[in-house]
């Protein structure tokens, strides 16, 4: 796949933000609508909409461990292919902000671990 970036603005605050050809091809896969919204807007929407349904603490344990699955899932899925493009000595198809993206995209922060899994008394 090719680097190749599309600029678009954010219908919500109004800052450019880019998607790539490997996340276009992602959304376009599971038959999901492009982003029109920045990445930093996509979770506060996603958070506004996970606070309008209250979750108790079992529901929201367990939506915290799926999204770490999906993000874990993907990663394995971008390890793999990194190593296949290695073998061949190609260059690596993603690095390390590649990586870190991911805990963006599921709105997987180092707070939400700590509640969840370490509660306050």
């Known amino acids: 796949m090719s680097d190749v970036k599309i600029t678009s603005t954010c ?10 050809a ?4 992602w ?3 599971r038959e999901f ?4 919204r920045c990445l930093e807007c996509r979770n506060k929407r996603k958070l506004k909409a996970r606070e309008r349904v209250p979750m108790n603490e079992d529901q929201k344990l ?7 699955l999906c993000a874990e899932i993907e ?5 793999a292919e990194n190593k ?3 073998a061949v000595g190609a260059s690596m198809a993603y690095v390390e902000s590649d990586f870190q993206m991911l805990f963006s995209k599921y709105a997987i922060t180092h707070n939400a ?6 509660p306050s008394s």
């Open 11 to 20: 219908k919500e605050c109004g800052v450019k933000f880019e998607l790539s």
């Open 22 to 25: 490997k996340e276009m091809e």
């Open 27 to 29: 959304y376009r896969s």
């Open 33 to 36: 609508e492009i982003p029109r």
């Open 62 to 68: 367990i939506y915290l461990r799926g999204q770490i």
């Open 75 to 79: 990663m394995q899925g971008m390890l």
């Open 84 to 86: 296949q493009r290695e």
């Open 113 to 118: 671990i700590l509640h969840e899994f370490f």
